[in-house]
């Protein structure tokens, strides 16, 4: 159920983009023990001039293969998130070659009754999921 948002310079290979959907969502699925099949993702490419990402004074350097992954979730425990965000920085890196300090992590939190999948329905709210 988590919908994962992708800012990222354009100039990807859709086999690049691929790996680095996959790669996230299997830190999705382990922190957030959501359904391997719960799986909701955009990407968003954007010219060098378009994103604009700083370190907010920690230090880290930034290259072209910044991300940007915005988390539109229910509630999770600060520990989830913790994970999560360790283990999309282990996964990109080791899958994708993206440095940890390339990542950028948001996450928003919503309830059940923010979510339609279809039908004009709140699936949550009736009792379909």
């Known amino acids: ?3 994962l948002r992708f800012d990222v310079r354009e ?3 859709p086999e690049e983009l691929k790996k ?4 996230a969502h299997e830190a999705m699925v382990e922190a957030f023990d959501v359904p391997a099949s719960d799986r909701y ?3 968003h490419q954007h010219p060098a001039h378009e994103l604009i990402i700083e370190d907010t004074g920690l230090g880290y350097p930034r290259t072209r293969d910044i991300v940007i992954i915005s988390v539109v979730s229910k509630t999770r ?3 989830q998130k913790k994970r999560l965000y360790a283990l999309l920085a282990q996964r ?3 899958d994708c070659g993206i440095a940890p300090t390339d990542l950028m992590v948001s996450i928003v939190e919503n309830g059940e009754a ?3 999948f279809g039908l004009g329905k709140a699936q949550f709210l009736e009792g379909l999921l």
């Open 77 to 79: 425990t600060p520990e």
């Open 114 to 116: 923010d979510w339609s």
């Open 11 to 13: 100039g990807r290979s």
């Open 92 to 94: 990109l890196e080791q």
């Open 1 to 3: 159920m988590p919908l």
């Open 20 to 23: 680095l959907l996959d790669a």
């Open 41 to 43: 993702q955009i990407v």
